[in-house]
């Protein structure tokens, strides 16, 4: 990210993501079924259909505010009433749908057949849908997932697997096709197999200095949310993954005077993305993980990879319908905390307070009181929105970040 020349990953990246949305377009224009889900949604029951595709609206307005047109979209939903406090993702979204996509990199998205949400990330995904529900006259079916306090109780995971059950038949009948436990199953091996790669590149951040960024692992999340149940996914992680590995052998290093070891919490700031590793960059400071990206895959209360022994497959999508930071308790996201601070070596931690997404942030206050009063470890808060760049100053974001590397040296001269 740091002004690195473009990888063979990063070209594949742009590839296979243009190449995805290319193929979304073109099957809904030929007649396959449509489905927009939240990103918590099991997708790859959609692969047990010949002719069903999917569409991630969150995962299409964190590109768009990557490219820089996220507060231009923000605005189009404002304009008809909907209040800036709104997370941006659904304001992105929602004003995208007012001109059908007219700013979007990727020309907006196909209209949906069918809206399936869930309400254990937000309730605020449920509500967002409804609009389109309304607006088009379409389905909405969503998915009661209960929120995470502890490791998923059996009954947690009857009453979710029910409810694909139900969202099967459902497909079946609006589409008028029959569900293959066979392509299933299949699916469900290829995001298992590109969830342990994604992980085998996460784990390189151990080394010291680190050969990746949090900024790496942001970038190329996008087909975990995508492109989830094809081999796409084992093989851009391989790809991702080697390249990193490289790094350490050529000793090509993205900080190369790695002085600040960093760990980030919440959403990634995805118009800031260049602008912000460039500059922690020049002060030798890396952001080597994040809870955002770690938890993919993962198991409750810790970002080590959900091991499944890859007999049903029904039991490892419910389970790991639960590896991702907002629905998780207080506890939960302090011991997957401090367990990342110990294996990734960290030197202090970033907690971006985000003006739209208030589930990751509500408890953020608590965390760092806690990993401060428990570990010691040096902590700032700073502000941000994860897509409206409306609501982030870089400078008092930079004021906060350049206290923190004040106050890590601080500690380091004390115990000198
Ligand atoms: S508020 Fe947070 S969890 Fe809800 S849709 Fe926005 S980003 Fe996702």
């Not at 449509?34 to 964190?62: D, L, M, R, T």
């Not at 949906?112 to 967002?128: E, F």
């Not at 079916?141 to 009954?155: A, G, N």
């Not at 760092?368 to 760049?389: C, F, N, T, W, Y």
Request: glycine fraction near 6%; include cysteine; proline fraction near 5%.
């Amino acid at each position: 990210m740091s002004g690195r020349k473009k990888s063979q990953a990063a070209k594949n990246l742009s590839l296979i993501m243009a190449e995805g949305y290319k193929n979304l377009h073109q099957r809904a224009a030929e007649g396959a079924f449509c489905i927009w889900i939240a990103i918590n949604v099991p997708a790859e029951v959609f692969e047990g259909f010949e002719n069903v595709v999917y569409a991630v609206p969150e995962s299409h307005s964190a590109m768009c505010a990557g490219k820089g047109v996220g507060p231009a979209m923000c605005e189009k939903a404002e304009r008809i009433g909907y209040s800036m406090d709104l997370c941006s993702y659904a304001r992105i979204d929602i004003g995208n749908a007012t001109d059908g996509g007219e700013d979007s990199p990727t020309f907006g998205l196909p209209k949906p057949d069918l809206l399936v949400s869930n309400n254990n990330n937000c309730s605020l995904l449920a509500k967002w849908f409804d609009v389109h529900s309304r607006e088009w006259g379409v389905p909405h079916f969503i998915m009661d997932v209960p929120f995470c306090y502890e490791p998923q109780q059996e009954k947690d995971r009857v009453y979710i697997t029910s409810q694909i059950n139900d969202l099967i038949r459902l497909i079946e009948k609006l589409s008028g096709q029959t569900f293959k436990p066979d392509r299933f199953a299949e699916a469900v091996h290829h995001t298992w197999k590109g969830f342990r790669e994604w992980k085998r590149f996460l784990g390189l951040a151990r080394k010291t200095p680190s050969p990746i960024t949090a900024f790496d692992s942001f970038v190329h999340m996008a087909p975990v949310l995508t492109l989830r149940g094809t081999p796409s996914l084992k093989q851009h992680y391989t790809l991702l993954t080697d390249e990193a590995l490289a790094v350490v052998e050529e000793e090509k290093y993205p900080v190369p005077r790695e002085r600040y070891r960093l760990f980030w919490d919440n959403i990634a700031p995805w118009h800031q993305l260049r602008k912000m590793s460039s500059r922690l960059a020049e002060m030798d400071a890396n952001i080597v993980g994040a809870s955002y990206t770690s938890c993919l895959g993962t198991i409750e209360g810790s970002f080590e990879l959900y091991d499944w022994d890859e007999s049903n497959p029904f039991d490892y999508l419910v389970r790991t319908m639960n590896s991702y930071m907002c629905p998780h308790g207080m506890e939960l996201r302090s011991k997957a905390m401090k367990e990342a601070i110990e294996n990734l070596s960290i030197d202090g931690v970033i907690f971006a307070s985000n003006r739209s997404c208030k589930p990751y942030s509500i408890t953020q206050m608590d965390q760092q009181k806690r990993i401060k009063e428990s570990l010691g470890m040096p902590a700032v808060m700073i502000e941000v929105d994860h897509a409206d760049a409306r609501k982030y100053s870089e400078e008092n974001a930079f004021l906060r970040i350049e206290a923190l590397l004040e106050t890590i040296d601080a500690k380091r001269n004390a115990r000198a």
